[in-house]
């Protein structure tokens, strides 16, 4: 496992992705039931911003300034929790942080990270006892099938796999399948890189099929930029194709939390798009059933 979040924490893929995990719960904690949030790839939490070429430069660095604000009005929750300091983020937090943020005394969070310098890290954050967290080292796949909610509770699952393995569109597929007609009730939402050629290609189009032959909604968006959403990096080998953008699939969300996401695509994607692609950007929606 090679693996490092920390190399693009805060990149415009988390920013993305933090930006619509937090108008989805704070939408979900509008309702009167009680959440488990289940993130099944945690990552170890907090992450350091002390590279400033690092690829937060091309993410949550565009979005410093207070016309980000103005601007981005839906975002300010998110915005807000970061750790600026006179518009300088020294630090990144997570999703574990945020969802933390996001969600009530009532609602539970149950995090699994498979990386144990990682899970290490994460329990630093959330020690044992406080309350309403709980970190596990392990196979966050299983977790969804595993976990146990209380009657009334309704269970939110956040996948964010790191994809350095060919199968894990694989794995991705079998788990969603299988969980959302295991847990017809559950929201989950999975991010996805968009990226040309095997082993992503054709992988998402597949996985909306499949969920809409079993009878199971949802909606789907992926957000492009022309040239790619990075920079390309001379100073490393090119491993695998660039990422052209991310791609977010919800099954269960509320229609409002996916409205605000709309809302601000437009915006959030003038933001991050790079520069010297004349700010060129493509948002595709996609919905079934
Ligand atoms: C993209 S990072 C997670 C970032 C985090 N969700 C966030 O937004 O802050 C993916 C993480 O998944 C971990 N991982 C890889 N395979 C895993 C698995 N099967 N179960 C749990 N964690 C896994 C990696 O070690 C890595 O820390």
Redesign the pocket.
Known sequence: ?N?E?AFHAGNPA?VL??SALTLLLLELTRRQDPLHYL??????GLYTLDDPTGEWTQGIGKLASKSARRKLPELIPYLDFLPWNDGVLGEYP???LIAEACLREEDTVEL????AS?EQHLRGLFPKGKGRVSVHG????EAVHRTKIPEGTRLVVHL???FEKVDEWDTILHTLVKATRKRPSAVFMLWYPVKEGPPHAGRPEELRSRLEAQKVPGVAVELTSTGGMLAPRTDVPKVRGALLGSGLLFVGAPHRAIAKLGSVLPELARSLARSEHGQAWQARWFGWL
């Open positions: 496992m693996y979040h988390d992705k933090h993130e099944t790839h945690a990552g170890s997570g999703s574990p699994w990270e498979l990386k990682a392990g196979d966050g796949y964010d796999p790191p």
